[in-house]
């Protein structure tokens, strides 16, 4: 079983994540932001990497610290349960449709960590989660996962149905690159023989 556990404690938050790459979906997710806890879901789910995460943070002083915090940590638990990714698709795509709204995310399980991120909301809040913290969610995941990730929203005027899309999009352009290929015999997908650097 490829599986990751990751316990991050700073003076800001205490988190503890674990994720199985080869799971089903399930989830148990507490992070003390409800529209948060409700992407994570979503991104287990459609990826089936199951994903535990309970977060204690200082939301008595913002949201920052625990979104950034617990992206981090995911990325990390992610990054372990890869290993040294071999045999792995390394590369996913997925077109997202809710609603009016359409997105495409595009992965790259690179080792090199970079995020380009092309949304628009025109809410500040989405439930009590501030929708400038989304696009330093996807960062953060991307930075410590080792992930070359390109989020762009293709149209949409819903601000919940973008923010979705772009989380289902992900998790299913996850679920591609993670996933092993019998073809590749364990093989790192690279020329280099390594992945990273």
Request: charged fraction near 25%; charge should be negative.
């Amino acid at each position: 079983m490829r599986t990751g556990r990751i316990e991050r404690n700073t003076k800001e938050t205490r988190i503890a994540v674990e994720v199985n790459l080869d799971g089903t979906g399930s989830y148990d997710i507490s992070t003390g932001i409800g529209f948060l806890d409700h992407m994570v879901e979503q991104f287990s789910r459609h990826s089936l990497i199951d994903v535990t995460m309970k977060v204690d943070g200082d939301l008595h002083i913002d949201q920052h610290h625990t979104t950034e915090d617990s992206a981090l940590a995911l990325g990390q638990a992610l990054a372990e349960a890869l290993g040294d990714k071999g045999g792995i698709g390394r590369y996913g795509e997925a077109h997202s449709p809710m609603d009016e709204t359409l997105s495409r995310v595009v992965v790259d399980v690179s080792g090199r960590p970079w995020c380009v991120f092309k949304a628009r909301f025109t809410q500040e809040k989405l439930g009590e989660w501030d929708t400038e913290l989304i696009e330093h969610w996807f960062q953060s995941v991307s930075q410590t996962a080792g992930l070359t990730l390109h989020v762009q929203q293709l149209y949409g005027s819903n601000n919940h149905h973008i923010c979705e899309s772009i989380y289902k999009g992900f998790a299913r352009a996850m679920r591609q690159a993670v996933e092993l290929d019998p073809r590749k015999g364990g093989a790192v997908p690279s020329t280099k023989g390594q992945l990273g650097g």
